[in-house]
């Protein structure tokens, strides 16, 4: 039977961390001085470790709350998938114009904002000195999406991709107009390094003639959905220092909110000034419509997951598989074998926003 000192003592105790006898001088008179003194000691209260809970105590709860290493690249590997498979079904949906597509998209997240946004308590008008941004965020990055969209449709998915990921250069450019952010020598080298990699692409005429060997569809449209990539590429790298701009002020989910409700007017406007509102005839395509918004919004939460628990550099440099996804699924879905000038632009591409990320992750580690 144990004594009722030798109790309190193995209760104390951690598994593994066998108790010394360096126990501090004094240690067990402090009990009775507290009550003495008419202060006894709150609930949970060391006086081995001198700290109220106990810090043996606390450090498993602290365990289990730490992140579990890689997450934040696997969810940011989760989201270019879910954003690759969804270009997919943009490509295969028939006979519905981009605008269409992008207004379906908006009411299908809709539907899943409006419950988050009540659980949240965050309301749907937002701080009032930020609401200009949130309005300014909904409306680019609504057009940003019809135009990625857009391209989607007349040029290849891989084409498109990775124009899009010239987004970082112009990024740089508008952070050093409006944010006053530094604009270097490397900046200006990535910024040679993706428009090199646009024209590859692009492969205008002045430059390389009347060579389009290797395209599905004609010039007219290749020329038409690669400019579409970039005014995506310049409109989501703006969305991108409006969101800097606001910071940590407002909620994330609040942000759809304007993006989904502004770019569903943009699109209903657009639709009726075109004429282009047509139901989809066949059911797959339907199934598709509903697919793009669900992989959308999907990837769009799980891209702000990953940026919360890991840092933007590696994030960024995980993006990347965007272009890996678009190659893989342009080949196996759609049977469009990329060109060698499409291969040689990617690399180009991704050297610059590799690049870009690198250098901005060890400017933030110094």
């Not at 407002?250 to 209903?268: A, N, P, R, T």
């Not at 395509?285 to 890991?310: N, P, S, T, Y």
Request: one cysteine or more; glycine letters at 8%; a neutral charge.
């Amino acid at each position: 039977m144990r004594s009722l000192d030798n109790t309190g003592v193995d209760e104390l105790q951690e598994p593994g961390l066998p108790l010394t006898d360096d126990t501090p001088p004094g240690a067990n008179e402090e009990p009775a001085a507290a009550e003495a003194a008419g202060t006894p000691p709150g609930p949970g209260w060391c006086w081995l470790c001198r700290s109220s809970p106990c810090a043996s105590r606390v450090q498993p709860e602290a365990k289990k709350k730490a992140c579990c290493p890689g997450v934040g690249l696997f969810y940011t590997l989760l989201s270019a998938f879910l954003f690759s498979v969804g270009s997919v079904f943009v490509k295969k949906v028939q006979d519905v114009h981009a605008v269409e597509i992008s207004a379906f998209r908006c009411v299908f997240q809709m539907l899943v904002i409006v419950p988050c946004l009540i659980y949240r308590k965050s309301g749907f008008i937002g701080p009032k000195d930020q609401r200009i941004f949130l309005f300014l965020r909904g409306a680019v990055g609504s057009t940003a999406m019809i135009l990625l969209y857009y391209a989607f449709q007349t040029t290849s998915i891989a084409d498109a991709t990775v124009i899009s990921f010239s987004c970082p250069v112009f990024t740089s450019i508008f952070a050093l107009i409006f944010l006053k952010e530094k604009y270097s020598l490397w900046d200006a080298l990535f910024t040679a390094f993706a428009i090199t990699g646009v024209i590859l692409i692009v492969r205008p005429p002045f430059l390389f003639g009347s060579n389009t060997s290797g395209m599905n569809e004609n010039y007219t449209d290749h020329l038409k959905g690669t400019l579409a990539s970039v005014a995506h590429a310049v409109l989501a790298a703006f969305t991108l220092v409006i969101i800097r701009k606001m910071g940590k002020s407002v909620d994330y989910f609040l942000m759809i909110w304007y993006y989904v409700v502004l770019g569903l007017v943009e699109c209903v406007v657009v639709l009726f000034i075109l004429g282009e509102w047509s139901l989809p005839y066949c059911g797959l395509d339907r199934l598709f419509l509903m697919l793009i918004g669900l992989f959308g919004l999907a990837g769009q939460v799980f891209l702000a997951k990953a940026l919360q628990v890991e840092k933007a550099g590696p994030v960024a440099l995980m993006r990347t598989m965007d272009v890996v996804f678009a190659f893989i699924f342009q080949i196996i879905f759609l049977n469009d074998v990329p060109t060698w000038w499409t291969v040689g632009g990617a690399l180009c591409v991704i050297a610059s926003s590799t690049g870009a990320a690198i250098r901005k992750w060890c400017h933030n580690t110094k």
